[in-house]
């Protein structure tokens, strides 16, 4: 169980252009999903956290305007990157919060997807 | 300011041998306590979960959480050339933060055989 999946795992786009990427849990429902980018040798970064039914909540310095997310439903987020520039070129990484029971802790665990590779030229 | 802090590395040990990383945390109200593996190029996977002071076993990894010290490791015992990746230690305060984890910058590790 707790199987995360993205789509597409690897985009090549030209500058200016739009780019949407998929989050699906597998099995199991997730009313809250979080986005991640990390550069190359860096750490994770959060950009954002998305909650099923309502507005994305984004971390500072994130612009919402160009990372636009949406929850539609309990087992998927998009985020879309508009008007891509050379600069938002990283590895795009989704994350799932799993219900208590899942893993049998009684506690939330987050689970994450493969990943995104966006290169924009 | 949530903050994680985990040694620095990198982290080399020879096959066989044990590696231990380390992790410590700043918001004493912190819950919950995760190690993650990433391969490069790789996204993070979970791998242990600790939530309660004490030791944690699940095959060759033993996770110890101190909240007192406010202290998390991970173990890893008879490493294998496999195990070489970057680690990250992850904590959740819980309530508010809606399940949002604060990472460590992570440790590398290399196992060579």
């Known amino acids: 169980g707790a199987v995360v999946s993205q789509h597409p795992s690897r985009v090549i786009c030209k500058s200016g252009t739009s780019v949407k990427i998929e989050c699906r849990s597998l099995?199991?429902?997730?009313?809250?999903m979080f986005w991640y980018r990390q550069f190359p040798k860096q750490s994770l970064m959060l950009m954002a956290t998305?909650?099923?039914?309502?507005?994305?909540?984004?971390e500072q310095g994130v612009e919402k305007d160009k990372f636009l997310i949406n929850h539609a439903s309990l087992t998927l987020s998009t985020l879309t990157v508009t008007s891509a520039h050379p600069e938002d070129s990283s590895f795009y990484i989704c994350?799932?919060?799993?219900?208590?029971?899942?893993?049998?802790?009684?506690?939330?665990?987050?689970?994450f997807g493969p990943g995104t590779r966006l290169t924009v030229l | 300011q949530k903050e994680v802090e985990q040694n620095s590395g990198p982290l080399s040990v020879p096959e066989g041998a044990i590696a231990s990383l380390n992790c410590t945390y700043s918001?004493?109200?912190?819950?919950?306590f995760f190690w993650y593996r990433q391969y490069s190029g790789k996204s993070p996977e979970l791998i242990m979960s600790?939530?309660?002071?004490g030791d944690k076993e699940d095959g060759r990894f033993t996770a110890q959480l101190n909240k007192a010290s406010q202290y998390v490791s991970l173990l890893i015992r008879d490493s294998q050339p496999s195990d070489s990746a970057t680690y990250l230690c992850?904590?959740?305060?819980?309530?508010?933060?809606?399940?949002?984890?604060?990472f460590g910058r992570g440790t590398q590790l290399t196992v060579w055989p």
């Open positions: 994350s799932a919060r799993s219900p208590p029971g899942l893993a049998g802790t009684g506690y939330n665990e987050q689970f």
């Open positions: 099995d199991f429902q997730a009313t809250t």
């Open positions: 998305s909650n099923e039914g309502s507005k994305a909540t984004y």
């Open positions: 918001d004493r109200v912190s819950q919950s």
């Open positions: 600790i939530y309660s002071n």
């Open positions: 992850a904590v959740n305060q819980g309530g508010s933060t809606l399940g949002r984890l604060y």
